[in-house]
């Protein structure tokens, strides 16, 4: 988000909180939703326009990881989301491993990917653990 101007996206992101909220069945409003606080860490950015989904994945990945059960953003971000959490290496290596796995599970095909529901359909589970 950093390079894409995420005040302009703000309505869009608490628009998808608020679809994933009502989808989960929780009741929480519009108004309690805007009272979230709008951060945006200073987190490794991704090098191009193609690496996004490498990015994101690798950082869920890795807040999975790193995260402690439980912490406050109300003294700033947690200990290990910082500018250099990661370097562009370990997100190479990552993707490397994500194709190597993701090419031993999924025939080729003249498709890009195959979808969710057929991946699930399949049982096929992707493991990316080191």
């Known amino acids: 988000l950093e ?7 703000e309505p869009e992101i608490r628009k998808f909180v608020v679809d994933i909220y009502r989808e989960e069945g929780r009741k929480e409003d ?3 939703i805007s009272q979230i606080p709008f951060l945006i860490p200073k987190v490794p950015q991704q ?3 193609k690496e996004c989904g490498n990015y994101v994945l690798y950082y869920i990945k890795l807040f999975i990881e790193s995260a402690p ?5 109300s003294k700033g971000y947690p200990y290990f989301m910082t500018r250099d959490w990661f370097d562009p290496k370990s997100v ?3 993707r490397n491993k994500l194709e190597k796995e993701q090419s031993k599970k999924m025939p080729v095909t003249n498709s890009s990917s195959l979808s969710l529901q057929k ?3 399949r049982g096929d589970i992707i493991s990316l653990d080191d």
């Open 69 to 73: 059960e439980t912490f406050s953003i």
């Open 92 to 94: 190479d290596h990552f």
């Open 119 to 121: 991946l699930r359909k």
């Open 30 to 32: 519009k108004k309690a």
């Open 3 to 9: 390079g894409a101007d995420p005040r302009r996206l």
């Open 47 to 49: 090098r191009d326009d």
